[in-house]
């Protein structure tokens, strides 16, 4: 019998990848609203143990401050989903997919992607769960 929470599943291929990235962590923006760095301040829909620093992975939607980019963006918190992570994590079929950096795209509060179009590839974790944002990716992986 596994842990519990191990393994739950999103779709149906795919499995909840790891949350790789903590609340702090600095990932870039992969879409073109002006954005370029962004830290996460929140996750949301995360519940840890008491005290415990939350944590979010490929799909996770975050709450975030925008650190570098145009003048109008920077200093505002937005919101956000993790499109890639490099911290490996694993499929159902056996594959293990991991990326060359983190990023993530920004989204309106009813979950619209702000920019028209996603630098780079998508993981298919993100894309399965944000399927407007899947819209604009160029590729999903």
């Known amino acids: 019998m596994g842990k519990k929470g191990i393994g739950t599943s999103i779709g149906a291929t795919t499995v909840a990848p790891i949350r790789a990235l903590p609340v702090g962590a600095r990932l870039g923006c992969a879409d073109n609203t002006g954005a370029k760095e962004l830290q996460i301040v929140s996750v949301v829909g995360y519940h840890g143990r008491h005290r415990r620093i939350g944590k979010a992975g490929v799909g996770d939607h975050i709450v975030a401050s925008v650190k570098k980019g145009t ?59 944000w399927p407007r944002v899947a819209g604009i990716a160029s590729t999903v992986v």
């Open 71 to 129: 003048p109008e963006f920077r200093k505002q918190l937005v919101r956000a989903i993790i499109i890639r992570q490099r911290k490996e994590y694993r499929r159902t079929d056996g594959m293990r997919i991991k990326f060359e950096g983190n990023a993530a795209v920004l989204i309106t509060p009813e979950g619209a992607p702000r920019g028209s179009e996603i630098k780079g590839p998508m993981a298919r974790e993100a894309a399965e769960r």
